[in-house]
């Protein structure tokens, strides 16, 4: 089991629902050195005087150190966490998405403000169209799969991208690979329409072309 241990005091603000725990408010990390290597493994993050705190995702590459899943001790992180949540952030925002026209880029997950900190997902032709995701932590990257199966399965959609933002990914210890994770890779160029104005983009890269 790893284990964080938090400075005396530094717990205020994960108690306050910050997500982030940086290396300045670990007193120590507990565990084998497997577990304490392995990006995003699950970690109990404890008091200095080792009271429950929450239970986080720990990365020692990253400059955040830890990333909270959960303050609730009865709550284990798991596959049901991981596709509960996926399915709470599309439900959030199913209004949007049956709003939006088919050329519409629809934020449907929004990382911290869904309880996923690092995944960001866009719709892109509703259920006949693309998911592009952005894994920028090795929090959801562990849960990788899980993700996919409930995007999928929320939204109908069949076609995941996953976006790889080099800076990012890099300084999470991550590879980086833009790659189809389901189903088919959207085209190179797509006519994308925001607030009225339409454009064309690869929502592969997030590049807007020159008219």
């Known amino acids: 089991m790893l284990t964080i241990i938090i400075k005396q005091g530094k717990e205020k603000s994960i108690l306050a629902g910050d997500p982030y725990i940086y290396p ?3 007193e120590r990390v507990d565990g084998r050195p497997a577990e304490k290597n ?3 493994a699950t970690a109990t993050v404890l008091t200095s005087s080792r009271k429950f705190l929450a239970r986080a ?3 020692a590459k990253s400059q955040i150190a830890a990333r909270v899943w959960t303050l609730r001790e009865d709550e284990p ?3 049901a966490l991981v596709k509960r949540r996926v399915r709470a952030a599309i439900a959030r925002r199913m209004h949007s998405l049956q709003a939006a026209r088919p050329d519409e880029l629809v934020p449907i997950v929004l990382g911290d403000e869904d309880g996923l900190s690092g995944l960001l997902v866009e719709s892109y032709g509703g259920k006949d169209g693309y998911l592009v995701c952005q894994f920028q932590s090795a929090a959801v990257e562990a ?3 899980a993700i996919v199966q409930a995007l999928i399965a929320e939204t109908g959609c069949q076609n995941v991208y996953e976006r790889a933002d080099k800076l990012i990914r890099e300084g999470e210890g991550l590879h980086v690979k833009s790659r189809a994770l389901a189903g088919e890779e959207p ?3 797509l006519t994308v329409t925001e ?3 339409s454009f064309p983009y690869d929502i592969r890269t997030g590049f807007e072309y020159p008219k």
């Open 24 to 26: 300045s408010a670990i």
């Open 38 to 40: 392995k990006l995003g």
């Open 57 to 59: 995702a720990y990365n």
């Open 77 to 79: 992180v798991d596959h």
């Open 143 to 145: 849960w990788k799969i």
């Open 187 to 189: 085209p190179q160029r």
């Open 195 to 197: 607030r009225g104005r």
